[in-house]
């Protein structure tokens, strides 16, 4: 059962242009999101996360959109750089029931061509 | 500062052969988890840890072991190692203050064979 979801496995945008990456999540005990970025060989790296307080976050080109109503949460990169391309995975938190750990997705691979 | 360390990086592994996962941590975080990635699907969770002493099972732990005599080691102990183990291994580590807002430090994997 995959409780996160991300159905895009890849995504191909123009330098310059806007990245959306979408990730749905079905346990409504999620209460705490993050994106993470990988680039190959190495370990994923912490990018944004959110709060199921707030419907937004940024941090400079990153702005992550949470709707709980609709269990979607997306990473909106703008604008996009070469060096972006890396695979993102959404994960979530539900503190209160299971503490810190975190449940992934599957990942989307982002490329930016130049 | 090293972050969260694995080693080591690679290896090959025969079938019914054992092997231990190194992981440390120089960050004094309290939180160290094991994960699993294969190709095509997210981490998946195998053993996890909220400080020395005190070790659970995540959502695929069979075929793993693991212990936590320190804050900074938290080693991945296969035993008997099958084919479906075949995968890459990633630690994190995390400083819980009860509210996980400042996400996981990870390594940088370790990518195992067992043939």
């Known amino acids: 059962d995959q409780q996160v979801k991300q159905n895009s496995p890849s995504l191909s945008v123009q330098e310059g242009r806007i990245s959306i990456l979408n990730c749905d999540y079905t346990?409504?005990?999620?209460?705490?999101f993050l994106w993470y970025k990988k680039y190959p060989a190495e370990g994923p790296t912490f990018l944004i996360s959110?709060?199921?307080?707030?419907d937004k976050n940024e941090d400079g080109r990153f702005t992550v959109f949470l709707n709980k109503s609709a269990k979607h949460l997306s990473l909106h990169i703008v604008p996009s750089q070469p060096g972006d391309s890396a695979v993102y995975f959404c994960?979530?938190?539900?503190?209160?029931?299971?503490?810190?750990?975190?449940?992934f997705g599957t990942g989307t691979r982002l490329a930016v061509r130049p | 500062n090293a972050g969260v360390t694995q080693t080591p990086k690679f290896h090959i592994l025969k079938i019914g052969q054992s092997m231990t996962l190194q992981c440390t941590q120089d960050?004094?975080?309290?939180?160290m988890y094991w994960y699993r990635q294969d190709p095509g699907m997210g981490l998946k969770l195998i053993y996890y840890?909220?400080?020395?002493?005190?070790?659970d099972k995540g959502e695929v732990p069979n075929g793993y072991n693991v212990s936590r005599s320190t804050t900074e080691d938290f080693p991945l102990r296969l035993e008997l190692a099958a084919p479906s183990q075949t995968s890459v291994y990633f630690c994190?580590?995390?400083?819980?203050?009860?509210?996980?807002?400042?996400?996981?430090?990870f390594g940088s994997g370790t990518r195992l064979t067992v043939v």
């Open positions: 346990n409504s005990m999620f209460d705490y």
């Open positions: 959110i709060s199921s307080i707030k």
């Open positions: 994960a979530a938190s539900a503190f209160k029931s299971s503490g810190d750990k975190l449940t």
């Open positions: 960050m004094n975080h309290n939180y």
């Open positions: 840890s909220v400080g020395a002493g005190i070790t």
């Open positions: 994190a580590s995390s400083y819980s203050k009860g509210r996980g807002t400042y996400g996981y430090t």
